[in-house]
T-cell receptor, first 115, second 111 residues
Framework: DTGVSQDPRHKITKRGQNVTFRCDPI?????LYWYRQTLGQGPEFLTY????????KSRLLSDRFSAERPKGSFSTLEIQRTEQGDSAMYLC?????????????FGEGSRLTVL | TQLLEQSPQFLSIQEGENLTVYCNSS?????LQWYRQEPGEGPVLLVT?????EVKKLKRLTFQFGDARKDSSLHITAAQPGDTGLYLC???????????FGKGTTLSVSS
């Protein structure tokens, strides 16, 4: 399968713990995005990378969230000191090109439950 | 902040009916995309509209981009149970910014 893959698919954690999600984009895609989605709602933008550079970060993203794409390939999203409000599906997407009109290819998401 | 408002939020119809979903904003977008998402999966692109007034057809689905590039609509003719899903519009604003999504329309088509 050469699509976007995310790991883990499900994560249950206790409040206050740190969690990390990994995203492997389609290999030739230079842009990588992280979105958060709650049930029945649209994806909420978190951050995106062009190659290894983090070009935009949502103002809604607290300092507990950090993302990296060290070699311009896979990316990690870390949430520190998780809160119950962080429970959501975390979606990764990738696209090709420099324009923001390109098709986003999404992974199946990593579902986080904070107890 | 650019926002996309979708309506209706929920739609439950019978097979064979027609429906229209709306996506509106007070901001101008360089393009709008429509995605469909099924449970447990990521959104999948249906269409991209770029030019004001543009109309695109994809089988029973018709997409329109408003003349002012602030709104869009999705019309489905003779809906089928396979059309069930979450329909999302997404807009691209100024260059270099990421796509933002509306909150979606959950469509349920029963046979």
């Amino acid at each position: 399968d050469t699509g976007v893959s995310q790991d883990p698919r499900h994560k249950i954690t206790k409040r206050g713990q740190n969690v990390t999600f990994r995203c492997d984009p389609i290999s030739e895609h230079n842009r990588l995005y992280w979105y958060r989605q709650t049930l029945g709602q649209g994806p909420e933008f978190l951050t995106y990378f062009q190659n290894e550079a983090q070009l935009e970060k949502s103002r809604l993203l607290s300092d507990r969230f950090s993302a990296e794409r060290p070699k311009g390939s896979f990316s990690t999203l870390e949430i520190q000191r998780t809160e119950q409000g962080d429970s959501a599906m975390y979606l990764c997407a990738s696209s090709l090109g420099l324009a923001n009109t390109g098709e986003l290819f999404f992974g199946e998401g990593s579902r986080l439950t904070v107890l | 902040t650019q926002l996309l408002e979708q309506s209706p939020q929920f739609l439950s119809i019978q097979e064979g009916e027609n429906l229209t979903v709306y996506c509106n904003s007070s901001s101008v977008f360089s393009s709008l995309q429509w995605y469909r998402q099924e449970p447990g999966e990521g959104p999948v692109l249906l269409v991209t509209v770029v030019t004001g007034g543009e109309v695109k057809k994809l089988k029973r689905l018709t997409f329109q981009f408003g003349d002012a590039r602030k709104d869009s609509s999705l019309h489905i003719t003779a809906a089928q149970p396979g059309d069930t899903g979450l329909y999302l519009c997404a807009g691209a604003g100024r260059a270099g910014t990421a796509l933002i999504f509306g909150k979606g329309t959950t469509l349920s088509v029963s046979s």
